[in-house]
């Protein structure tokens, strides 16, 4: 069982900068990729940014070269930095763990992202 608590959600104008984070806890953590997801009003889920392994990553093409995901092993937590954000990434936003071999995933409860002016 894995869980997962994200934080940092918010309200920030176009432009602005915002920093999420996942809070990681359970057992063989270390079997697990994590990512971000987010979903906006009528869409689908989708991958914002991900390990696909323990040192690459993977980004959506709307999001390159303005977010970063990173992980801190000691406190167990996972961020990602948004910057110059703009309304198109209004969503809520989920940190999941995918199981390396099974596919099996965890989620978060999700935290909202407001970009608006």
């Known amino acids: 069982q894995v869980q997962l608590v994200e934080s940092g959600g918010g309200l920030v104008q176009p432009g602005g900068s915002l920093r999420l984070s996942c809070a990681v806890s359970g057992r063989d953590v270390s079997l697990y990729l994590m990512g971000w997801y987010r979903q906006a009003p009528e869409k689908q889920r989708e991958l914002v940014a991900g390990?696909?392994?323990?040192?690459?990553?993977k980004y959506a093409e709307s999001v390159k070269g303005r977010f970063t995901i990173s992980r801190d092993v000691v406190s167990k937590t996972v961020s990602l930095q948004m910057n110059s954000l703009t309304p198109e990434d209004t969503a809520v936003y989920y940190c999941n763990a995918q199981h390396r071999t099974i596919g099996f995933s965890y989620w978060g409860q999700g935290t909202q992202v407001t970009v608006s002016s």
């Open positions: 390990f696909i392994s323990s040192s690459s990553t």
